[in-house]
Nanobody, 123 residues
Framework: VQLVESGGGLVQAGGSLRLSCAAS????????MGWFRQAPGKEREFVAS????????YYTSSVKGRFTISRDNAKNTVYLQMNSLNPEDTAVYYC?????????????????WGQGTQVTVSS
């Protein structure tokens, strides 16, 4: 499975961005998908995930109510809509895939990763 993220960039605090992750080479509809982020000097952390059908979503507490994960199985794409961004959201954002549900606590147990997209929020 190959994953390619896009949509990152520089935005002012309070602004919005939508990240996309396009998947190829596998049965997208059978994979749980997730977004993780890694800030400089910090470990990669879970942000949001969505089940293969899209019926179940999870969010880390710091983004609940601000970020929304969704997927379009017809387009083999997962999205992360990010609103009310703040400087603490600055990080490289990675897309991940796993047969079944995304493992939130131990990122390395998710076998497929994109190359990441930089999100920078200025104050």
């Amino acid at each position: 499975v190959q994953l390619v993220e896009s949509g990152g960039g520089l935005v002012q605090a309070g602004g919005s961005l939508r990240l996309s992750c396009a998947a190829s080479g596998g049965s997208f509809e059978s994979y749980g998908m997730g977004w993780f982020r890694q800030a400089p000097g910090k470990e990669r952390e879970f942000v949001a995930s969505i089940s293969s059908s899209g019926s179940t979503t999870y969010y880390t507490s710091s983004v609940k109510g601000r970020f929304t994960i969704s997927r379009d199985n017809a387009k083999n794409t997962v999205y992360l809509q990010m609103n009310s961004l703040n400087p603490e959201d600055t990080a490289v954002y990675y897309c991940a895939a796993r047969s079944g549900l995304i493992v939130r606590v131990t990122p390395k147990l998710n076998p497929y990763w994109g190359q990441g997209t930089q999100v920078t929020v200025s104050s």
